[in-house]
């Protein structure tokens, strides 16, 4: 190859992985970098609620005295597994632990948002390189997955970002349909339940994207059912005792999900609203390169219609397809090339096709929601595509003839692949802003059984900062607090804290519930109000106030 020729040899292929990944790490955390981590990523309210749920577990595994149980974290108090109601990061919070060994709470949960997004980035870079990509598409393709826009636009919901394990499923998952062994099959089991772990929501959509790219595959090879008959003829017993191993361990553990949640069912409705239109692939976030305002606006404030991948991405694509098709007479090893590269185009159309809506309320996907196991529990189905769609992209294997003009459209590619996702502004908010009001209310946090914090004007916007404020402070007092913020509410549970009073208070907690009742009204005067409360079925009869307290700030 022509010296002049761009090309990354051996001993600059990693050179060239990591400058990609520090620069990847620069364009999406900036704002938090660059400030010496005096700022957080999105904006404070999922953030600092997925940060909860990691505190939460830290102390569950290092503190012996700690009050609350895994499952049942104590927010929405009496309610029960309330960790049930959201993500619960448990296949990725040993990282945290390990963090807060030598970190205080603020800068561990900094350092995994950090950490997790490199381990996405090479993990993708790894899988493309042994697919056989070259290192400038490789390096793209794992720019895309952990630091494109439309991850980009998901950073403030971290529940998202653990996917490290995605593109090594996928890679077992070919090979095993190409050569069944026993040892992908047991990576294949480890890994997928790794990933639930992770994100149950990633974990189910790539479970769906691999049933779709099997069904794709199968006209084009109809070896693969041949291969896998007889893998299972060799490895029954195998085969059947670790995929029992498998599911019962999942299913002892998401069977606290169905008991947390088995009178709550996502109604379809939920899914269409954050479900994308057909526009949303073209619409990227605002203050970016590529920000075409193609999606109306009352959309624009929902980060799941801004799915763009961007022009290089789609180009690549096209031209994937277009060589495939010619490829698929050539040899064997130039048809499996083609066929990968083919299948995973389709399965990602398939993919679109099913998941976006016309209008407000068509779309294939309640065929889905009604036949797919799990599909009714999944309500923002564009998150679950941005890490799935990514997650095969091994769309750039496009077989160009001329090893020159493969090695300068590589190069092309990359550097406008990558300056279309770079992005000038990106959300983000002060730690001072949000942690240490909590930790001021907490100091107001005493002498109760229980804990009811109303709305206090000021501070951050984002509502859902004010529950989540109020269920951190508990948490660091050691008093479970009413309120809470999660993926579902709770029966009898306002979500607007403006509406609550005492006795929906009293409602809330039931009838059974007896103790010292805390109810406070932050404000510049914070006023603290006891009550001692009885059991009964009358909320007028079973409070009684013991004394109130004002504090000056």
Partial sequence: MSSTIPSAK???????CLAGLFGGLLVGFHPMILSGFKRMPADPGDTILNHYFLEHSWHWVSDSKYPATFWSPRFFHPVPKTLTFSENLIG???????????????NAWQWWILIISATNYLAMYVVLRWFGINPFLAVLGAFLFAFGLPRQDQFCHQQLLPQAFGPFIIWHFWKMLQEPTRRRWVYLLLLTAWQ????????????LTLGIWLLILLPFDRRILARLVDFWKMNHWLIFVTFIIWVVGLGLFFRNYYLGNASERREYFECLYFMPKLTAWLAFPAHSLLDLRLVPDDYEHLPEQHLGIGIAFYLSALVAFLWSILQLRR?????KAAILSLSSILCCLVLVLVTFKTGDDRSLWYFVFETV??????????????????????IFTANIPSTRLRAWLSFALMFVGIAEHVRFEIESFERAEAYPRIERLSREINGADAVFVYRESGGPSVNAYQEIAAMWAGFKAGVPVINGYSGREPTNYLRDLS?????????FLGPAWQGKLLVILPGATIRKEYYEVLSGDDPAKRAIQVRTETVMR
């Fill in 373 to 394: 196991p799990g599909a009714n529990s999944i309500r923002a189905i564009g998150r679950g595509l941005i890490g799935t769609l990514h997650a095969i992209e091994v």
């Fill in 92 to 106: 990725v919070a040993p990282l945290y632990w390990g963090l807060r060994l030598t970190c205080n709470e603020e």
């Fill in 331 to 335: 040899d064997y090893f130039q048809q």
């Fill in 499 to 507: 509406e609550w009073n005492l006795k929906s208070i009293l409602v």
């Fill in 196 to 207: 639930l772990l992770a994100s149950i929501h990633l974990g189910w959509f790539l479970f």
């Fill in 10 to 16: 051996p001993r600059w292929t990693w050179i060239l």
